[in-house]
């Protein structure tokens, strides 16, 4: 038996294209140096293949660039994939690019028709149920549309809430195994994982909480130490991977796969 929440047979990628430098993001850090990230993705690609899994390898999109952030075009779940419909204007055009990939791999492909929003960095698959948080980019009508679409697929989906001024749900926790969550505490603190077991990350270390369980491994930003160390004791196979060219445009370890 695998555990659909954290085993899988495959992963999409697609590379960052040169045009990455004019990607969204909420505060100007610096400039994202394209030979450091596709650096850094090649790292992350190596790392989802080491462990047997297939990772298909989309093009760069230079029209899109915010299109190295595939997780959030796309919802996969053992029954199906659903297409998001981004919130972020620019990016509502990756979705169609994404399309033929998922039908490659599942015959039930369906789609978020609007007027709502939804992006998949706001959606947490556990072992249990879909978490939804509201956002900026995630709105009460894209969450009541991708809940009648799980519910016919059996899922129970439930609507949580998103720190203020945190892009994505998922920004602020990443899931280690179907009944445990790593997160970070202003999250925990409203409540939306109790009855899980919450592992949180190290005061000063926000950022570690965007990380990925990918069958054996737990791939998070390189630069956590504490965090790392924390997640080691407990017993989970750390490879790091550095994250400084997508942090510009906050983005991070759940945002570069498609996973199921
Ligand atoms: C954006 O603002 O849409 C991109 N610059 C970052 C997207 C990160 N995606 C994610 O966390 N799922």
Known sequence: MTDPTFEFSRAITRRPSASITDGLRAEDIGTPDLDQMLKDHAHYVATLKKTGAEVIELPPLEDFPDA???????????QGAVLM???????????????????????????????????????????????VGR???????????????????????????????????????????????????????????????????EDGEEAAANSIRFNQFVLMPAGFPRTAAMLGNAGYDVVEINNSECAKLDGGMSCLSLRF
């Open 135 to 201: 956002s900026d980019r995630t709105d009460a009508a894209g969450v009541a549309e991708l809940s009648g679409i799980v519910s016919d697929w059996g899922h129970s989906l439930r609507e949580v809430f998103t720190p203020p001024g945190v892009l994505h749900f998922k920004t602020d926790c990443s899931l280690l195994d179907g009944e445990t969550i790593l997160s970070t505490k202003r999250l925990a603190a409203s409540g939306c994982f109790d009855g899980y077991r919450v592992l949180h990350v």
């Open 68 to 78: 190295v952030f595939v997780e959030d075009t796309a919802l996969c779940l053992p």
């Open 85 to 131: 419909r981004p919130g972020a204007p620019s990016r509502m055009g990756e979705v169609p690019h994404m399309a033929p990939a998922l039908r490659e791999f599942y015959g039930d492909v369906r789609g978020i028709a609007g007027p709502g929003h939804i992006e998949g960095g706001d959606i947490l698959v556990t072992g249990r149920e879909i978490l």
